[in-house]
């Protein structure tokens, strides 16, 4: 059956015209594209030299017909849209026609195809912008596409690829990327003899998270859904207090396509802010089905931007998704047994996670420390979601148990040593306090409701030019928090009023840093900001020693707050030392207790 036509001249111009080829991962990026366009349960992805000497992808598609395949090298030739409103509801990868024909001009390719009519199939070989051949060869359904000698006809283009194995490394992104959002087909794909990656069909994207990243990633990552009108998001993303050094683990897709986003990626960060420590990215993989008319995937030349109709509401679905994951139940730091080897270099963890994870898929899944009582009552996830996702990862997000730990003691009038049925914990005092009064602190800012204390005599205080200038754009949330103060002129102001949380002596101290802090941020996270420095201020200190009474109602009341893990700051609050390690570590095998 025939289906390509030649869009017309006027559909044609509204096309985001651009650069389409301009490194290997691009011709594997078309081609794969393509296999899944034409519905492949299999891809089989080759490449040698980094890509520069060969591509080839095959796929089982539907294929072609001998009539199809004459013109699909043609410019703006497609089975996709035919007219102008097709372009404003794009179902599918591809819609330009512009691939083949971009791919034919810079290299020398050969088509093999077959839409399965009658056992044949049809052979035709390209060089730069010249047919070679047409041949009628016997070939099953579906399609075989071979590129070779990228820009053999451009030495300019072709002198600014990398080496061979960067462009290696950009192909794997390019196939893990696309593979993690088709579960449901197989990829396979080979540096010359080498398979890199081989993952049959599964079917949800956790499981095929596993496959691609292995379980050390998988087994870092919660499950995250949020849904807003006809726009959903589904997806996995770190555990509070996970995270990586680099942004590499970050894959977005809308209605599976891979996209970059920088507003998706500002959500991430805001998500995350204060569940991760600081200098970690998120690791996530966001699946977002939107309407296709609320979609504009017409806006870059290599369709990896695309535009939100309600891009206001996509932003809030990450807020929302990661938060209700969150939500579910705090995770405690866990402490490492021993220091691990030097992370991975630079660009060579990508190649490394996908060449580990060759374990047949099921044993793998279920990893140790699975314990069974754990798999019932996690009760989230679609269809395609959730279900088979490795157990491993969705252990940790089990809530903790809702008895508080039991204080032990303090050590070196720094740490509050708790013990309760997963381990023993170490507690940063002050981390600790700060977190309990930083939850008070926000509870009592919402309501608007800071006790105020006046003081007789007002205070003066003498800013510096910077300070002054920050107190002048922070006066109003400082006013709101209870700190009364009028300018005097000059660059004097006169406390009248401090939050009746300290005395006089301290609130001079604690006013100027809320000043310091407050500056060069702006709205919301100012006043997060001053809340969190207001509540460092007023904690505990480190150094200080503290009764049982004091310990026991402050560790009772970090476990109430939403986030007992984490200070506002981002510090980690609390170590949990596992029983099994120390068990391990006195050689007394779990197994053996009691003897
Ligand atoms: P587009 O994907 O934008 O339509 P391409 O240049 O990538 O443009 O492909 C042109 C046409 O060739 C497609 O619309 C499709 O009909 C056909 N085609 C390309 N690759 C395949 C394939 N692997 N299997 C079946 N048909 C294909
Ligand atoms: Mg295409």
Redesign the pocket.
């Known amino acids: 059956m025939n289906?390509?036509r030649v869009l017309s001249e006027g559909v044609a111009a509204k096309i985001a015209a651009g650069e389409v080829i301009e490194r290997p991962a691009s011709v594997v990026k078309?081609l794969v594209e393509?296999?899944l366009?034409?519905g492949a349960t299999e891809v089989r992805v080759e490449v040698q030299a980094g890509g520069k000497s060969l591509v080839r992808v095959a796929?089982n598609?539907?294929?072609?017909s001998a009539e199809?395949a004459a013109l699909?090298f043609k410019r703006h030739?497609?089975?996709?849209i035919s007219d102008e409103q097709d372009l404003d509801r794009i179902s599918t990868l591809?819609?330009?026609?512009?691939?083949?024909?971009s791919i034919s001009a810079v290299a020398r390719v050969t088509l093999k195809?077959s839409d399965g009519a009658g056992g044949k199939g049809v052979m035709i070989e390209r060089e730069g912008e010249k047919l070679v051949s047409v041949t009628e060869i016997a070939f099953p359904r579906g399609?075989t596409v071979e590129v070779r000698d990228l820009f053999f006809n451009l030495p300019a283009r072709r002198k600014f690829l990398r080496s061979d194995r960067s462009e290696l490394s950009f192909i794997v992104r390019t196939v893990t990327g696309i593979a993690a959002a088709f579960p449901e087909t197989r990829f396979v794909l080979a540096h010359g003899e080498r398979v890199l990656l081989d993952c049959p069909a599964v079917r949800t994207a956790g499981e095929r998270i596993y496959q691609l990243f292995g379980r050390e990633v998988a087994s870092g990552l919660m499950e995250i859904k949020a849904a807003e009108g006809s726009h959903h998001l589904e997806g996995y993303a770190s555990l509070p207090l996970g995270g990586r050094a680099d942004r590499s683990l970050q894959h977005v897709f809308v209605n599976r396509r891979p996209v970059r986003d920088r507003m998706i990626m500002a959500a991430l960060n805001q998500a995350y802010a204060g569940i991760l420590e600081r200098n970690r990215a998120p690791e996530a993989f966001l699946f977002f089905s939107i309407p296709f008319e609320e979609v504009d995937v017409n806006v870059h030349p290599a369709k990896s931007e695309v535009r939100f109709s309600n891009a206001q509401t996509v932003f809030r679905l990450v807020l929302q998704a990661v938060q209700a994951a969150v939500a579910r139940g705090p995770v405690l730091k866990k402490m490492q047994p021993a220091a691990g080897g030097p992370a991975p270099a630079q660009g060579e963890g990508v190649l490394r996670a996908v060449a580990e994870p060759k374990l047949p898929w099921g044993e793998a899944a279920i990893g140790p420390g699975l314990r069974p009582e754990d798999e019932a009552g996690t009760g989230h996830g679609g269809p395609a979601f959730g279900q088979g996702f490795p157990e491993g990862a969705v252990h940790e997000l089990q809530p903790q148990p809702a008895a508080t730990p039991r204080v032990i003691g303090q050590y070196e009038n720094l740490y509050i040593i708790a013990s309760a049925p997963e381990g023993l914990l170490v507690i940063d005092q002050h981390n600790a306090h700060e977190r309990v009064l930083y939850d008070r602190f926000v509870e009592i800012d919402r309501e608007r409701a800071w006790p105020v204390k006046m003081l007789l005599v007002p205070e003066v205080v003498e800013l510096s030019a910077s300070d002054f200038a920050a107190f002048e754009e922070a006066a109003a949330d400082l006013e709101a928090m209870g700190f009364l103060a009028d300018q005097m002129g000059g660059r004097s102001v006169a406390l009248k009023g401090y939050p009746d949380l300290f005395g006089p002596a301290e609130a001079r101290d604690v006013f100027l840093s809320l000043v310091a802090e407050g500056s060069g941020r702006a709205g919301e996270e100012r006043r997060k900001r001053l809340l969190a420095t207001l509540a460092c201020k007023s904690a505990v200190k480190a150094g200080e020693p503290l009764n049982m009474e004091k310990m026991s109602y402050l560790v009772e009341e970090l476990f109430r707050t939403g986030q007992p893990a984490l200070c506002p700051h981002g510090r980690p609050i609390v170590l949990r030392i596992e029983k099994d390690d120390l068990d391990r570590g006195l050689g007394r095998p779990a197994a053996r207790a009691g003897r």
């Open positions: 289906r390509i078309e393509n296999a366009d034409a796929d598609g539907r294929g072609m199809d699909c030739s497609t089975s996709k591809g819609f330009r026609g512009e691939a083949l024909a195809t399609t």
